[in-house]
């Protein structure tokens, strides 16, 4: 029986530990650990308002007092036809942190660096040749790539662990127009506006877990003091 | 049965018994906690509820005497602006009909008067015969239906007639007055269908 | 006071004369003797039927804000996440609850396997568990298909063209079975269909079968002697115990211990770390995007891993197939002279941790890409899996045993 648990352990423990084979060059980052609160989620709401909503919908995301405070709104997201994006239409962000994880969507906008060769003036470590342009630019200034693009393509084929994080590899070039700290807040503060986006309950349901088991531990206790009276009649 | 076992027995016997009720009382505190969640799921969801929120209607275009029909959680709601020959006729008293003075709880309390709404030309109606649901006619004008018609709502389905504050007269198939829909006036002709003024709008949205 | 009790009775004396629902109950659970060594393994049969209980009950209420079509499947799902009153919890019981019946049921075989569960007279009771596992994993399957993201589209795909394989009929059967020539929303219909009435209705006949047959022939136990062969002069087995009230607290706790654990998964982490619910299948289908790796979900795995360890895909398919159908041989494969691993001999024991080894690696290999190495082991562990099943009349026959005791100890 023990000899199972182990296996059965050590199983879940290596299924946790596969990444996703992302060719990227680099390793994500781990998101700033920041309490989550309302005031946050209003101020990131703002954030993609300003500068996310103009190509890319929450379409799952309907009426709630976050959205409606930070001017996320039903009738305020773009209608995206995809014909007017020649096939490949900005997705839809409902769900992007279900799907990508927060650290990724934090390392995303760390992954910007100018590049002279794409039409947009700028390349990303983690999508490489995509079409959209860095939304921060502004906020954040500009970065620039210190190795070759050759080396890049060395580095992609290396394991998750010995890739390096996106500012080994990357310099400013610019600075952005806010402090690179305040930024880096309002950028954590986007992400935990979307990871409310994609699961609006999950405040609620972690703080129903919470009474569900100290109820269920409660009664566990009287059954087992049950279990023990009938058991004694046994001996 | 053992010696030791008649003992045990005898000796627990108060301890069980507690036990056994304590362990009855949690599980239905539990069957009733795990019904909750299912029972909840069946009431309207937040869609439904955004769908159902209380709607807004300039009333300075309703011209005398005309009727706007708008549609407030799945159900039509007609907006009607009265002449005042007509609001002076609904003041007098009137012995034809069923419940005059709005008794029964049709209508909120501040449409509880003669004219059964808040602004005496400005009536606002759930669209809905009190006999079997179905919607009733408009006719403003007098002896339009008959000589004796003094103008009002006429439901063709069963023949219930109702005067021009929704009010049914005596002896028709509909047993009461039409229903007068939650509202208020947020400003002089700015109508605010499916809410009361006193209540908070995050009650609907909830 | 009385005679309102002389009339409770008189109306249960009404109901019992005409539907005898108090011998029933004397019967099955009064009157049933149970082993009383039963151990911590034989509580995954009751937590099995509240798992089923869970989904069954979730499940009507998750069908009535579904909606099967390929346009809308996706985001009725979510719907039911975000704007049914407590839909979230619900969709959780049931997500939760599918991969909780998959890590009971596969403990629950465990068992059995250990203690020889499945020797006579047990043969019925063995094969009305191994129909339930099929039926159980067309079940999960079909459902896996339902919220119709990018896994739910692409592991119909693989599993619909695994029938494409079968010579000459292939083609036409993959036609007839998805309703068109590619995956499509007739397929999601069908599967809607098969998920909410026709399977679930041959689960709980089955559930019910596999019930009856173990009251007709009594739960074997760790030991492996049959309690029946000692009884007292009134025929009650010496070493039983009634199942009321002993065995009904003892389940009524170890269900309430595995609640408890239930909802931590269900309330903390929902999506075990991408493996309950996985990240790919937030995606809507997409027909024109395959997701990087398309890998079926975890209790799926382990065969998974069998149909990609050989090079050619019908014999893959059938290797597959194979793998779930030789349980049911186990009462006839097994030659030993005792039940229980506890009196059985080196290879035996040997033989089960390979087995139990083999089937978790092939778990984790099923979720690799099948390149290099681990296709090699894939190849070995799927080998060291049915080794230890097509051994067995030879292991469990010339191994040393040790004699079990007439009476349970203790």
Not at chain 3, 240 to 265: C, E, N, R, S
Not at chain 3, 392 to 407: A, L
């Amino acid at each position: 029986m023990r000899k199972f648990f182990k296996a059965f352990i050590s199983i879940v423990i290596a299924l946790n530990v596969i990444e996703l084979c992302d060719a990227a060059p680099i390793r994500l980052e781990s998101m700033p650990q920041l309490k989550s609160s309302q005031a946050r989620l209003i101020s990131g709401g703002r954030l993609f308002a300003q500068h996310c909503m103009q190509c890319h919908s929450l379409q799952y995301f309907t009426h709630d007092p976050i959205g409606d405070a930070s001017g996320v709104v039903p009738d305020r997201m773009p209608k995206i036809d995809p014909e007017a994006w020649s096939g490949h239409p900005p997705p839809d962000l409902s769900l992007i942190t279900r799907y990508r994880g927060t650290d990724w969507l934090y390392t995303y906008f760390y992954s910007y660096y100018q590049d002279a060769s794409r039409p947009t003036g700028s390349n990303h470590l983690l999508t490489a040749n995509t079409s959209m342009p860095n939304p921060f630019e502004q906020l954040q200034g500009t970065h620039q790539l210190m190795i070759s693009k050759d080396q890049l393509s060395v580095l992609e084929k290396q394991p998750a662990s010995q890739k390096p994080p996106w500012y080994r590899i990357l310099k400013t070039m610019h600075a952005g127009s806010i402090p690179a700290a305040e930024f880096d807040t309002q950028l954590t503060e986007l992400v935990l506006f979307l990871e409310y986006v994609g699961e609006p309950h999950r405040a609620a349901r972690e703080a129903l877990g919470g009474w569900v088991i100290m109820f269920l531990l409660i009664f566990f206790v009287v059954a087992f003091l049950l279990y023990r009276e009938y058991w004694k009649m046994l001996d | 049965m053992s010696i030791k076992e008649v003992q045990n027995t005898a000796v627990d016997l108060k301890r069980r018994e507690f036990l056994l009720r304590l362990a009855s009382i949690l599980g239905v505190v539990s069957v009733a906690g795990l019904l909750w969640p299912f029972i909840r799921a069946l009431f309207p969801s937040a869609v439904t509820r955004a769908a159902g929120r209380p709607i807004e209607l300039d009333v300075s275009t309703l011209t005398v005497g005309e009727q706007r029909t708008v549609m407030w959680r799945g159900k039509p709601i007609w907006v009607i602006r009265r002449s005042d020959s007509a609001i002076a006729k609904l003041l007098e008293p009137n012995q034809q009909l069923e419940d005059p003075e709005s008794k029964l709880p049709q209508q909120p309390p501040y449409a509880q008067n003669a004219t059964r709404s808040l602004r005496p030309d400005i009536l606002v109606l759930v669209a809905a015969c009190t006999h079997l649901g179905c919607v009733p006619t408009y006719r403003p004008d007098p002896h339009t239906l008959d000589q004796y018609w003094p103008g009002g709502f006429f439901c063709s389905c069963h023949g219930s007639k109702f005067d021009l504050a929704g009010r049914v007269y005596q002896g028709m198939p509909a047993p009461t007055n039409l229903e007068v829909p939650p509202y208020y006036f947020k400003d002089l002709n700015t109508l605010v269908i499916g809410v009361h003024a006193s209540s908070r709008v995050s009650e609907v949205n909830g | 006071m009385s005679q309102r009790r002389a009339e409770t009775s008189g109306i249960s004396d009404w109901i019992n004369q005409r539907l005898p629902v108090n011998q029933f109950f004397i019967r099955h659970l009064v009157n049933y003797f149970a082993p009383k060594n039963l151990n911590f393994w034989y509580f995954f049969g009751v937590f099995s039927l509240v798992v089923l209980a869970n989904q069954v009950l979730t499940g009507i209420a998750l069908a009535m804000v579904y909606t099967p079509t390929g346009a809308e499947a996706f985001a009725s799902v979510e719907h039911i996440m975000r704007h049914v009153p407590y839909g979230w919890l619900l969709r959780y019981m049931h997500s939760t609850g599918a991969s909780a019946f998959f890590i009971v049921i596969y403990l629950h075989i465990y068992r059995a396997l250990m203690y020889g569960s499945y020797r006579m007279p047990r043969e019925l009771l063995w094969l009305t568990g191994c129909v339930l596992f099929m039926v159980l994993m067309a079940e999960s399957f079909t459902g896996y298909v339902l919220p119709w993201g990018q896994m739910s589209f692409w592991g119909a795909k693989v599993i619909a063209e695994l029938f494409g394989t079968i010579p000459g009929i292939g083609t036409t059967l993959v036609h007839w079975i998805q309703g068109d020539y590619v995956i499509s929303e007739v397929l999601l219909k069908r599967f809607f269909a098969f998920h909410v009435i026709a399977v679930p209705l041959i689960l709980i006949a089955m559930v019910m079968l596999h019930i009856v047959a173990l009251h007709s022939v009594g739960s074997n136990n760790p030991e492996g002697i049959e309690i029946k062969d000692q009884c007292d002069r009134r025929g009650r087995p010496l070493d039983g115990i009634q199942f009321h009230p002993y065995y009904t607290v003892k389940d009524i706790m170890a269900v309430l211990g595995f609640l408890i654990v239930f909802a931590w998964v269900l309330f903390y982490v929902p999506e075990f770390w991408g493996l309950f619910l996985e990240p790919a299948n937030f995606q809507p289908a997409n027909p024109l995007v395959t997701p990087a790796h398309i890998q079926p979900v975890w209790y799926f795995s382990s065969f998974f891993a069998m149909l990609r360890a050989v090079p050619d895909k019908s014999y893959g398919a059938l290797v597959m197939l194979s793998a779930v159908v030789i349980l049911c041989f186990v009462p006839w494969l097994d030659r030993s002279p005792v039940r229980s691993i506890r009196y059985k001999g080196i290879g035996s024991k040997i033989a089960l941790s390979c087995l139990v080894l083999s089937f978790s690696i092939l778990g984790f290999l099923g979720t690799q890409p099948a390149v290099g190495g681990y296709l090699i082991m894939a190849r070995i562990m799927t080998g060291v899996y049915f080794a230890c099943f097509l051994a067995m009349p030879i292991y469990t026959r010339i191994e040393s045993c040790r004699t079990p005791p007439k009476r349970i100890q203790g």
